[in-house]
């Protein structure tokens, strides 16, 4: 396996930019998360897809933010309007099979919004 | 809903002494329990996880951890740390099943373990 990855690895941008992420599975998982994690704080869920349907979304996705995972492979978060308050680490992370298998993460990206 | 506490947020230890990392839950509900480890600019990796059996589970790099349904707690121990393993360690609970919620991770705040030569 060569792990799950993440493009970019870091993000600057500007209030009120959209901007999109990658996410590449490990190859075969069918479920893919995207979490978001801010300093201090231990990541947050933000939705998670089972092949290409996104099965769950959190009241912390708002209306900014669209993931897709076409075809059940990669994922792409867009943020919409950027904010300062979106300034985060955004990780995604895959599984295969039921809730118990482990969740596989990637190095994340760090976004930045000045 | 559930929820993680992570009482500690900065552990320093002496290397080759023990230690504790402590994490406790909330939830109405039987969860499902893990522990994380996250190196300086790496990503999230699983030390050990609970879900069901004999309540103490061993992890890699010589952690372990014990559920104790009683106190909702899931402490981690290491008899002798290394400097190796400074890094932040996060306790995570999923609910399981089929429900809503059975695969999203909900996570502590971390505890940052520090290793002092």
């Known amino acids: 396996d060569t792990g799950v990855s993440q493009d970019p690895r870091h993000k600057i941008t500007k209030r009120g930019q959209n901007v999109t992420f990658r996410c590449d599975p490990i190859?075969?998982?069918?479920?893919l998360y995207w979490y978001r994690q801010t300093l201090g704080q231990g990541p947050e869920f933000l939705t998670y897809?089972?092949?290409?349907?996104?099965?769950?979304k959190s009241r912390l996705l708002s209306d900014r933010f669209s993931a897709e995972r076409p075809k059940g492979s990669f994922s792409t978060l867009e943020i919409q309007r950027t904010e300062q308050g979106d300034s985060a680490m955004y990780l995604c992370?895959?599984?295969?099979?039921?809730?118990?298998?482990?969740?596989?993460f990637g190095p994340g990206t760090r976004l930045l919004v000045l | 809903a559930q929820s993680v506490t992570q009482l500690d947020s900065q552990v320093p230890v002496f290397e080759e002494a023990p230690v504790e990392l402590r994490c406790n839950y909330s939830?109405?509900?039987?969860?499902?329990l893990f522990w994380y480890v996250q190196y300086p600019n790496q990503g999230l990796q699983l030390l050990l996880k609970?879900?069901?059996?004999?309540?103490l589970v061993k992890g890699i790099n010589g952690f372990e951890a014990e559920f104790n349904k009683s106190q909702t707690s899931f402490h981690l121990r290491k008899p002798s740390v290394h400097i190796s393993d400074t890094a932040e360690y996060f306790c995570?609970?999923?609910?399981?099943?089929?429900?809503?919620?059975?695969?999203?991770?909900?996570f502590g705040k971390g505890t940052k373990l520090s290793v002092i030569p």
């Open positions: 992370a895959s599984s295969f099979g039921s809730y118990w298998e482990t969740q596989y």
């Open positions: 190859s075969e998982h069918n479920r």
């Open positions: 897809f089972q092949n290409e349907a996104q099965l769950e």
């Open positions: 939830s109405s509900v039987s969860v499902y």
């Open positions: 609970y879900l069901s059996g004999s309540t």
């Open positions: 995570a609970v999923t609910l399981g099943g089929s429900g809503a919620g059975s695969y999203q991770l909900t």
